[in-house]
């Protein structure tokens, strides 16, 4: 069996999603998805959907489709799509970036699923049935207390854990947007103070600043709060 083809399909569509600049929700927001498709010369095929900004959320751009048509597809053509490894091993040392060879690989595991006729968990193992899920917020979500408000109802909903994306391209006191990434130590501890309080002493919390903080100092300080918590 060899790849005979690739192929992207774009189209419009919608989707909720959120303001991080206005802590607001924006539902039905117009966007652009993609599908891609790895064809091969026995009608086996191998599909992924999305690939651009937050994984599926949003398609490939215009750019990383050129990357992929006009120059990975060179590469691909003709190979044995078993042989993922190998394939990974020549996208790293072309330097293609993680997002695009990402969306090959997911589709060659698509593919192999396909073939085999298993779905892709059991051909890597199958050592679960069910995972774990945690609630995930986006940045700038509001206030501190919004963040406190919406782990509890996480909580209740029966997500086992909370991870806190706290403030950054935003300013928490007028709840507008900020060019770069200025530091919101006081109201980021707080938010995690609040947070504690609300789910109580033994829900497990996480913590993803994002590379928020300019200075090690900034870094250790809000550490700190964290080890307490």
Request: hydrophobic share 40%; charged share 25%.
């Amino acid at each position: 069996m060899k790849i005979s083809d690739i192929t992207i399909k774009s189209f419009r569509t919608t989707a909720d999603r959120f303001d991080t600049g206005y802590a607001r929700p924006m539902p039905d927001t117009p966007m652009m998805q993609t599908l891609l498709t790895i064809h091969t010369d026995e009608g086996v095929e191998g599909h992924y959907f999305g690939g651009g900004s937050h994984g599926d959320a949003e398609g490939l751009n215009v750019v990383d489709q050129q990357a992929i048509l006009w120059r990975i597809k060179d590469l691909l053509v003709g190979q044995d799509p078993m042989d993922r490894e190998m394939i990974w091993k020549w996208m790293w040392v072309a330097n293609v970036q993680e997002n695009v060879a990402s969306v090959i690989d997911n589709a060659l595991w698509d593919l192999a699923g396909n073939f085999a006729n298993l779905p892709v968990y059991k051909l890597m193992g199958g050592a679960r049935d069910k995972v774990k899920a945690y609630a995930s917020t986006y940045p700038n979500i509001g206030k501190p207390q919004v963040y406190a408000d919406h782990a509890l109802q996480c909580k209740k909903e029966g997500y086992i854990a909370y991870k806190i994306h706290p403030h950054y391209f935003w300013n928490p006191e007028t709840g507008t947007p900020t060019p770069g990434r200025p530091s919101n130590i006081k109201a980021d501890i707080e938010t995690i103070h609040l947070v504690r309080e609300a789910v109580g002493p033994d829900y497990v919390l996480m913590y993803d600043p994002w590379g928020t903080y300019m200075s090690l100092e900034e870094a250790i300080q809000v550490g700190r709060e964290l080890e307490k918590l």
